[in-house]
């Protein structure tokens, strides 16, 4: 197993590369009898494709899914549900001139040294591409957590460069391209124009995005290793760009005293959620929320230094399509892989202890 | 499998409470051939272990290491190797007014709530006593790094509360009891009354701790899912306390342009290292270098609401023997981690892609 | 996890249903750098699928296979291999009859009762059609082993009902529709007679497979648990329809004396091979030997009694297309199991102990 | 993870040799709640110990364990469960004379070439007696199923080299010293003067061992690898000196015609066992039924051919105290092994499906 597995007991098993003739996944473990159809994924994979905007890649791609097995008139059968995309909108020319050369901040000199062979046509294998047959296993667990448990997930991004985006209401993040969750129309103005000016530096930008699950039961996670937190931190550093990853106070922890940071409760519940709804790598049944940290896109049209595979230095200029802030399109992937672990962690604490505690 | 399990090929697997006869790990998957006895072991437990200033608890735990199997004739065979430390200083006395009584910030609530029955003595298995056997674990696979590339592991504190600790080396870790790695007496002075004066409060703090791992091989990290960094955020984020993890620049990445975060690369090697020595999941032979946050300890004096297992209204002060900065001894835990990480990684490596390619 | 990946290393997940739009696997852990296209796999589903004599099922599937991913410029590049195979000829108004009841020997009753919900056309998740991507899969193990250590597999009937099928040579099983490993025309032709009575009477019957693995490395295998020959009877009666599975003198050991059975070794190398291959769990370097019974196939046209999915009491008839003998084709699909176990230990083996000793 | 992992959810790893200080396993996943004490894992370790009859080795082994972990007032806590078992009768200068030969039959020569060293005391870790914690921890997995769902276990000799030993009752396997399910009193005298000649005649012997599961969930077992019969053949053939495994008809399905080996069904259940209460791989409610076959001991005092570790001809002798036929002791074993892995399918069958049906 080289790594193309994610989860336990609901895995998420995914193929392909960016310009290759389709991605996909195997999704093995779903319970049987939920309704299930494309009309149930589709809807995700549209939140992040591309093309939607000026302000992502260029590349056109409907990005269809089909349902290839595991479904029987409409419901799921308990067998593995295999997702496939074909590919439509390869230009592997534009990537010509990378074939040789090592892209800074890419993943082209790792891959080459690590297998002795890399497929380079739009980074292959380490193309944000492959987040979308995620976002598809994603809106399988959305589903059923929905139906068994009341659980929401929410995303948005908190910070773009270095403009903070406070937070006003999720219900935001669907009126603006950049899944902000405000209102504030001289602020949105401000990140477009952020953007076009980056686009027209022919440079990128990190973000900082936020997600949170909501009506999460009281009681998932496995310690020691597998706690909730530790699996979200591997799913979320586990995205392509993402550098940090935070539960709760994150790193404002380091500055807290304990009778700040521990969140005392009442008959009525916790008083604060510093714990980002994980106690000893336990769900406490408040609302899980993390942050991540999402590194500026690495395909620039700047040249910058690099060498070949034969280590000779050249000057790497990035055309092709690409995001200039990879950070806009990682919302709805964030909350899949929220989504993964918690659907994971239910059916892994079913296992063991038989009855899953409903959130208040 | 509930999660006692840490690896894919080279495993640690746990056992053992904080206050129960004794605790212990079984290592997996250790090449055979290595020259191991308890005095490769007990050293790194001597870093961790409690009693060594006054910051610290003072449970008297000697936490002297045997090892049961996997070794013959001081070499190790391939077969399992089983490490058993006896608990000593057990006052589980100290704890009987936790028994019904969930502690604001410690994994009580969670432990009850998921399992319906919890051992409260100290803490039980969500005690930070049970990274010991992790760390022995951790000498083993610093060991055998080491002789076969050269690998050399670094820690220390950067960050105690509010104050900042400036890198200077990381020789001064030992001069200190904080693994500071500042020579400044004046700075470490300040530290000492910073946690005098907080034991005086009945509080604690929290603290930021920085590693790093050198002479690392190239290529190691399984994509898309077992990323090193992605593997190397679910070790740390599963350390007791844990909050936030950064790979390389982090958070600081939010507000960097591509331009200025993309390491370029010479025929003399990268310039920078915002990735932190790894990407596309990949370690690129650069230093690792891993920040993580961990939150005060929630075991404190000051009195705190909470309540009881059947819901009622209680006040908990916590006696016992703690520390008020779980932080300070997290430096050799983190080390350890990491280092279970790359053996994990690099024997994962050598199966699918046979040779190991040694740091420059 | 539900049971859809065969391997630790060297991971095969399936899907597909034998009525659905397609049937496939993903191959995770393949070695970069190995040529591959469909060339090297059609051949082995040939010999596999369903039509090729008047003795199988006359089901119409061309079985053509497309490589999705993994593959760049003709070699492997250490990513996964999806295989994908579009189903032709299902005919699932051949199944009406049997959406409601369950027929004796199959799985219909096992799935309904597991699940609360079964795809009834063809058997759907429990159809001998999902051994196709398995055989697909273990071509691209047979080609890495042969490349590497020259490894070869054989496979044959010995034995049809009550016929025995005396070793010849495994040439000859390429010249006859049953794998007989016999250049005997009587005893051919008598096993044609035999079967078309079979088919006359609407009846089925059960054979014995043997399967060899040469020049296989010494010192695959795992112990305690992941012992070679554990893990080989393991992937042998994981194959439909298999009830028993023997390793090297299988159950002629109850009847022999240790002074017999043990194997003695001279410096020209072992003398009998009543181990099959295999002390302690991991491979001698001789040829692995192993055997299987297949039971007769449960689908016939003979009336039997059985229940509906409300427990009343029906007779049911299976018409549609099937095997008379599923032990027919069984052959390919045992040397492709044996095929992708002693891959995923050579892979195991060198992770822990980096070198493999060829055989000799 | 070289092996030492027995499991899925309900894992057991297991660490120790021969003649080292100790062997033990731990267990983790069990459910939390059960009561158990030490008492409850004695009498199954009295079962399989070492001295018990003169047709056994003499090796004084009391077998005492102790629970290290995962018990709290006498009830799991759903935490990792130590059990450890110091060795107390070493005597490892009876295996001098083997340290640098090969013994025929034995795992001596494999070891060496997969590790390139070995522990020769006693076997190390090929040792017989590293099922003594399998059978601690099937004690465990017994107990559970048994107050979930009324499991029992039973199991037998049904052939001593070539006496068959028909079955009467399982309740006589109490009164003789070979697990025989007979209360012939002629045939056990017999087997008694068939194992005092082959002790005298310094030989040993094959026998084949039945066990039985009853009273087992209906819809145990995950298609298509991890299929129920799959598991318990690779749990079979993982006791030492197992060399076939049948389910069911086992290898009479050979000659079996479909029309009598697929069991028919009725309101009332079904009619006949050929299918061994597995179909599909998924458990039928009906007795498990299985059978193994288990090779003579290799360790005899008759003088055999073999080499040293630099492959020079050598005769080797085999003293020490030993057991002239393994299958004596490997009936609770064996019900061991079919308990754990009902008891791992048990909690997987609960994960994805939540309810498990009773049987009837």
């Known amino acids: 197993m080289s790594g193309n597995t994610f989860g336990t007991l609901f895995t998420v098993t995914t193929f392909g590369e960016s310009h290759g003739p389709a991605i996909g996944c195997v999704i093995d473990g779903c319970p049987p009898g939920m309704d299930l159809s494309e009309a149930d994924i589709q809807p995700e994979l549209d939140r992040r494709r591309p093309g939607t905007s000026r302000h992502v890649t260029q590349r056109q791609e409907p990005d269809t899914v089909e349902i290839l097995s595991g479904v029987y008139q409409g419901k799921t059968t308990g067998t593995p549900i295999a997702l496939l995309i074909r590919n439509q909108d390869q230009r592997s020319k534009d990537y010509g001139n990378i074939t040789e050369t090592f892209r800074p901040g890419h993943a082209d000199f790792t891959y080459w040294n690590k297998y002795g062979i890399r497929d380079p046509r739009g980074g292959g294998r380490s193309s944000a591409r492959l987040t979308a047959p995620v976002v598809g296993a994603g809106a399988i667990a959305k589903k059923w957590l929905h139906q068994q448990y009341g659980t929401v997930f929410y995303g948005g991004m908190s910070q773009l460069g270095e403009i903070d985006i406070p937070f006003e209401a999720w219900a935001h993040t669907v009126d603006n391209p950049f899944f902000a969750p405000t ?178």
């Open 183 to 360: 209102a504030d129309a001289v602020l949105i103005q401000r990140l477009e124009d952020y953007m076009d000016a980056l686009r027209k530096d022919g440079d990128s930008i990190g973000a900082k995005i936020d997600v949170v699950a909501s009506k999460v039961p009281v009681g998932l996670g496995e310690p020691i290793y597998d706690k909730l937190d530790a699996e979200i931190a591997y799913a979320m550093m586990g995205i392509n760009a993402v550098k940090g990853v935070e539960i709760g106070a994150g790193f404002k922890s380091v500055a807290q005293r304990g009778s700040v940071h521990g969140d005392e409760l009442t008959p009525d519940g916790f008083i604060g959620n510093n714990a980002g709804g994980i106690l000893g790598g336990i769900s406490t049944g408040q609302d899980i929320t993390v942050s991540i940290a999402i590194k500026p896109t690495s395909s620039i049209r700047t040249p910058r230094r690099s060498i070949d595979k034969d280590g000779n230095p050249v000057m790497v200029e990035t055309f092709g399509r690409h995001d200039p802030c990879v950070g806009i399109r990682a919302t709805p992937i964030a909350e899949s892989m929220l989504a993964l672990v918690l659907m994971d962690h239910a059916l892994r604490h079913r296992a063991q202890c038989a009855d899953v505690r409903l959130p208040a």
